[in-house]
């Protein structure tokens, strides 16, 4: 069933035994988001001088112990939010107030007056205003109603909170009643249009609870938010499974040096002197559900039975990787639904990295250069694979460096291998694995490449119009990009037909479908998109009618809840900090220049 690889089709021409791997520790196995791959990177700002990471097997790595200044506890109350660092606010705080059931639109009024409690924190002031400058920008509701009369009292309550926030960046006083020059009316006009589209959005808040969050969320050491690993049963996983697990061999969709790195997987083992060995992590599944777990990892085609002798070994002891669920935020029934990952810290420590086409992943940052054109429109249509990783079988010579830290059953085993100590072993392509996100990539490319066939006068998907993060922003038209399991096709078009094209299904994504159907690649029908002028693309709600893009809705209404969940308590810790402020930072990766003002805010 192999191909060969149409002309063009690099990305992972080369690979490099020492590079370093795709996650910076073993341990970043367990760094997996439903927003996931396909979200801005979020970073959370070190608010406190860093700690080199603690690595504990089968735990998510920790690092920031507390700083002798900061109180660990909330009022001197022992809690299990207040177990990091936790500042205390100079400011009394009133009553708190429910937000749940509130529109993000009604709120512009409480955030401004919350900003104008803490106006003393403003920057060093920039001096007196001249006649022809900027700022500050004017704050009275009177003289902004003049501006944008269109707006009502609560679009104009959240344009005061911007002007009093900009004003308080700039360093002058957060609150000015003066008129506005030329230039401060035209920068106000085209706030205003942002104002007005933010204040569009029907976001509904929802009860915030921290206890409910860092249930099945955590913070690792670097800031970034992680989702907590946890015991499942069969019940758990076995709704994330596709049919199609393992049906696409790996060295068959892989070429040139990936091909290689597959084929000949032991030749990037290190040499014993290198490794780095660890307690083995936990397989967190209870003794009542394993049998269950074991059969329907096997039944499914996940995984196959090792005999002890058959697992690797380091000398001192076998090597054995763990397991654990993290949650889809999906529920069948009374069962909430777990992604299954298998964390592969012992694996990570003997096995050099590959840097491969992971340095193609494709940024949002990378959309800047992408301009439309006053008669244009932009089209978006999409194509997701389900379970993409446990689609792909890994050849019979990984089986022994992918066994499970929990003794098989004997009630489950075949009767040619009753009575023998029996390891269950991954066949598929692991997530939790160091190099599996490279080559996720390069195969996904290959599949989006190879679906124009090798008809020279065929144009769908061709390697120039892709989108990644090695070259220079594509000028081709339609232009396509990947990232991992999904797939995205833009077409800017003229505004006068859109209306014909617009639900159909574009040439390009018909050809990708057909070559999904030809290697048995499940589809995600829900993430499906063909052609519409609003849609999702790597965690941004894209607008291809007023060409903008803005954060995803729900992640928006969620971090507003915790930030103003976060802004009425006397003392917060930590971890709740990083939490908002990685949501800050992913919301400012959509206005560069806001970007930079959060980082001189932070530190």
Known sequence: MSKDPPKGAGGMDTFVRNDRGVFEDPGQAANIGEDRFFTPVQKSPDLFPPVPPKNYPGDVPFGATAAPYVSSTFDGIDHHLAADLAATSERRKREMEPFSGKRVCDLGGYVLEELLGVVSLRSSTKGMKGSHDIFPLPTSKSILGDILPHFDERGLGWMQAVCCSLNSIWGGDAVFDGKANEGCTQCIRLLGKDVLRFQNLELVLDDFSWIDFFATRSIDYKGDE???????????????????????????????????????????????????MGRPPRVMVEDKDWAGVCTGLVESGVCTFLEREEVFSTGES??????????????????????????????????????????TLPMWSLMNPFFLQPHEKLLVSSEDVRCFFYTMSVPCSWWKYLAFNKVVPQACLPTHLQGAEVYLAAKVLPMGFLNSVSLAQHVHRNLSLWSAGHDPECDENPPEGEIRKDRPLTVK???????????????????????????????????LRQEYEYWDIPRNLKKSVSRQLRA???GAQVDGEDGVAFPRETKLAKYLAAALALVQLETVTQRQLQMVCGGLVYFSMFRSPVLSQLCVAVY
């Not at 076995?238 to 969709?253: D, F, I, K, T």
């Not at 054995?320 to 990570?348: A, C, H, Q, S």
């Not at 232009?479 to 094209?501: C, K, M, P």
Request: aromatic share 10%.
């Open 318 to 359: 076998l090597l054995l990787n763990g397991l654990f669920g993290v949650t889809k935020d999906e529920w069948v029934g009374n069962t909430e639904v777990y992604r299954l990952i298998m964390n592969l810290v012992p694996l990570n420590g003997i096995a050099h990295s590959l840097k491969g086409d992971v340095e």
């Open 226 to 276: 992680v989702k907590t690993a946890r015991s499942f049963s069969w019940e758990n996983i076995r709704h994330a499974l596709p049919n199609e697990v393992g049906r696409v061999p790996l060295e068959e969709v892989c070429t040139l040096g990936a091909r290689h790195y597959v084929q000949h997987f032991d030749s990037f083992i290190k040499s014993p002197d290198q490794w780095v």
């Open 536 to 538: 999702e693309v790597q």
């Open 477 to 511: 038209n339609p232009s396509w990009r990947i990232y991992l399991d999904n797939y995205d096709l833009l077409e800017r078009v003229n505004a006068l037909g859109v209306s014909q094209q617009q639900g159909t299904v574009a040439p390009a994504v018909l050809a």
